[in-house]
């Protein structure tokens, strides 16, 4: 079992930047378990892929949108993953959701909302322009 509660949503001018946070609580399972994933959802929108991390921090992987403006990393000891947003845009707008999927073998990242077992309640990010 895990539990997610994100942090550092808020309201910023466009081109400016953000961090988010994202805390894990797990029982079972140490946190280096786990690929670690955001994604967000924009009114009217589907949720759409942000970026993942695999469970060494060694693979990475960034929707089209967000390449070169948003940096994903992880620091086990404090079992946190964060997303660091820069050259924040209006588009950027939305709730944004972390997730985890824990990994028996392998040391892959997921794309797709369906390979992650948890969420987070989500933290807003509003840009304004």
């Known amino acids: 079992q895990v539990q997610l509660v994100e942090s550092g949503g808020g309201l910023v001018q466009a081109g400016g930047s953000l961090r988010l946070s994202c805390a894990a609580s797990v029982r079972t399972f140490t946190f280096s378990s786990y690929a670690m994933g955001w994604f967000r959802q924009a009114p009217g929108k589907e949720r759409e892929f942000v970026a993942a991390i695999s469970r060494s921090g060694t693979n990475t992987y960034y929707g089209d949108s967000v390449k070169g403006r948003f940096t994903i990393s992880r620091d086990d000891a404090k079992n946190t993953v964060y997303l660091q947003m820069d050259s924040l845009k209006s588009e950027d707008t939305a709730n944004y959701y972390c997730?985890?999927?824990?990994?028996?073998?392998?040391?892959?990242?997921?794309?797709?909302?369906?390979?992650?077992?948890?969420w987070g309640q989500g933290t807003q990010v509003t840009v304004s322009s």
């Open positions: 997730a985890a999927d824990r990994q028996i073998f392998g040391d892959y990242v997921g794309t797709t909302q369906g390979v992650y077992e948890y």
